[in-house]
């Protein structure tokens, strides 16, 4: 299966902004769930942000809430996870990832980004 491809990470200040987005490698979207997840060093990957690719629906991780935005373009087949306000504690590796099925935002998904790196400075 053909996996996503990450971009837009990099070393910003605190209170900064990044702009993540995330596309299929080969083909369109054709997911029912496209969600972002991170990992940070010493601890376990964490669900942050996902929307449902044709209704728009989005849920986010609590620490987030206000401050990262998931969207999605459907002509640019792209989803963005807007980041403002940056914390350190959002350093990590953010991954995109996808699903084919519904079932929730925590279930298993089929397909994976390499990651990209966000390093926030204070």
């Known amino acids: 299966q053909a996996q996503l491809v990450e971009s837009g990470g990099g070393l910003v200040q605190a209170g900064g902004s990044l702009r993540l987005s995330c596309a299929p490698s080969?083909?369109?979207?054709?997911?029912?769930?496209v969600s972002w997840f991170r990992q940070a060093p010493g601890k376990e990957r964490e669900f942050v942000a996902g929307i449902t690719w044709y209704g728009g629906g989005t849920h986010y991780e609590d620490s987030v809430k206000g401050r990262f935005t998931i969207s999605r373009d459907i002509a640019k087949n792209t989803v963005y996870l807007q980041m403002n306000s940056l914390k350190s504690e959002d350093t990590a590796v953010y991954h995109c990832a996808a699903r084919l099925t519904m079932g929730g935002w925590y279930g298993t998904y089929d397909f994976w980004g390499q990651g990209t790196q966000v390093t926030v400075s204070s």
């Open positions: 080969g083909r369109p979207f054709n997911e029912y769930i």
